[in-house]
């Protein structure tokens, strides 16, 4: 997802506005916690600093898939954000850094690496398919949101205690 800052290269101060569609791969960008389900769409701003950098308004708006973190099942859920960040003509440029200047490669802009790094920086730590997801059975594996199962149930409930009591004094 790429925008071409070759019109504002040459120019400090001017900007260009734009407007993207498309399918995004987060998987080719080396994210592995979430996928992206139909097209993103991302829109915004890029401005030419005139040092060699560009600032960026981004705001986005698409769907994700997640895992969830107690069943395991795949669950989508909207997003939706903005940010500012900057790109950078300079080699140096480095993602990791605490400025975080994304890099321009032949005069291109790739706005779908500072949005996915958004989007997953945005994601929750332990996602939920829903917030009161019961997750799987420890023991037997079953999904406890579709079944129940006996496992835990081993340790005599009270009232059976009774009966036996019961049963033993005839
Ligand atoms: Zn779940
Ligand atoms: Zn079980």
Redo the contacts with the bound molecule.
């Keep these: 997802m790429r925008v071409s800052i070759a019109k504002i290269k040459a120019n400090p101060l001017s900007a260009l506005d734009f407007s993207l569609t498309e399918d995004v791969s987060a998987d080719s960008y080396g994210y592995r916690d979430f996928s992206v389900s139909g097209p993103l769409t991302v829109s915004g701003r890029l401005q030419n600093s005139g040092d060699g950098s560009f600032s960026a308004d981004l705001s986005w708006s698409g769907e994700i898939v997640q895992q969830c973190g107690r069943c395991g099942k795949p669950f989508s859920t909207p997003v939706e954000g903005r940010a500012e960040t900057r790109f950078t003509l300079a080699d140096t440029a480095d993602a990791d850094g605490e400025d975080q200047l994304w890099p321009i490669r032949e005069d291109q802009a790739d706005v779908a690496e500072a949005v996915l790094n958004e989007i997953w920086f945005r994601c929750p730590m332990q996602p939920l398919c829903r917030p009161d997801c019961r997750g799987l059975?420890p023991?037997?594996?079953?999904d406890l949101n579709q079944q129940s199962?006996?496992?835990?149930k081993d340790d005599i409930d009270p009232r059976w205690e009774k009966l036996k009591n019961l049963k033993f004094e005839h």
């Design positions: 059975c023991v037997c594996g079953v199962c006996s496992c835990g």
